[in-house]
């Protein structure tokens, strides 16, 4: 199996994960983006594991999930404490600073 | 090139085709992920990115995290955006205003960043050939925490600490 399947299918992950931050104006819709940019890193951290041989790729594969769930967890929150706040998710109303 | 590589003795053909179907059904699904008009289409279609993921680390041998991926993605971030999803909004089905007013400025980012990696790995690696090798003992995995890696595994310890404490005092009322 050629490395590039694996690196090439993580970068248009990664790329429609990019596309979605920028394009989605609901709060929650962002973060499942940031989701796919995770996966995609992640997915190029055990493909990088497999080229080498060394396990040290997964193990920050884990990391990744890790971290991802702390990330969702605080994000949700925040979600959360904002639209008990302003009843809006929406990302653009949420600009506090005139400029 | 492509096509000789593939015609090589040590290219795994049924790895290439099983890769080649979930690769296809994951972008497919990303892409309902990113331009669907319902909030909760798009968690149910990220659970088949995410589960095309968990497959595809099998099918990279890497079974530890491919079973983590699916306790801790499917099993409880999903289960979380959909909480965040049925807290947040008022009405059920389509919404008309789910993108920014500047979405389409997206679309030149998103095909810019995909060109310029495309072009950059397939300029590194275009001819690397992954090795066919086993499924990995966890074993090792677990070595590499409990050795050379036990400091970040205690410091991430901390950040899932703090991360759920500090989730409990954003969202609770008081």
């Known amino acids: 199996m050629l ?5 090439l299918l993580a970068a248009a992950l990664f790329a429609i994960g990019v596309y979605g931050v920028i394009a989605r104006r609901n709060a929650v819709m962002v973060l499942m983006s940031i989701e796919l940019i995770l ?3 992640s997915l190029n951290l055990v493909a990088f594991a497999l080229m080498t041989g060394a396990v040290d790729g997964q193990v920050f594969a884990l990391y990744v999930i890790a971290i991802a769930a702390a990330e969702v967890g605080v994000g949700l929150a925040m979600v959360l404490m904002i639209y008990r706040n302003r009843k809006s998710i929406a990302l ?6 005139k400029g | 090139m492509s096509a000789v590589i593939l015609a090589a ?3 795994n053909v049924a790895q290439n085709v099983g890769f080649g179907i979930i690769a296809a059904i994951m972008i497919f699904a990303a892409l309902k992920v990113v331009t669907t008009k319902n909030v909760v289409h798009a968690a149910l279609w990220l659970v088949v990115v995410l589960s095309g993921i968990a497959a595809q680390y099998i099918l990279a041998a890497a079974e530890f995290v491919a079973i983590s991926q699916v306790l801790v993605y499917i099993g409880a971030v999903m ?26 400025l997206g679309i030149p980012v998103g095909l810019v960043l995909f060109g310029l990696l495309a072009w950059v790995i397939l300029d590194a690696f275009g001819d690397d050939i992954l090795p066919d090798s086993g499924p990995t003992p966890t074993v ?11 400091v ?3 410091a991430i310890s901390f950040v899932l600490l703090a991360a759920a404490i500090g989730a409990i005092v954003l969202a609770r009322k008081d």
């Open chain 1, 3 to 7: 490395a590039v399947n694996f690196l």
């Open chain 1, 39 to 41: 996966n995609a890193v």
């Open chain 1, 92 to 97: 653009d109303e949420l600009s506090e600073m």
């Open chain 2, 9 to 11: 003795d040590d290219v």
């Open chain 2, 79 to 104: 289960v979380l955006f959909l909480f965040g999803i049925m807290l947040t909004r008022a009405q059920i089905g389509k919404e008309s205003d789910l993108n920014n007013k500047g979405w389409a």
């Open chain 2, 140 to 150: 090792s995995l677990s070595d590499q925490f409990l050795s050379i890696y036990l």
């Open chain 2, 152 to 154: 970040p595994f205690l």
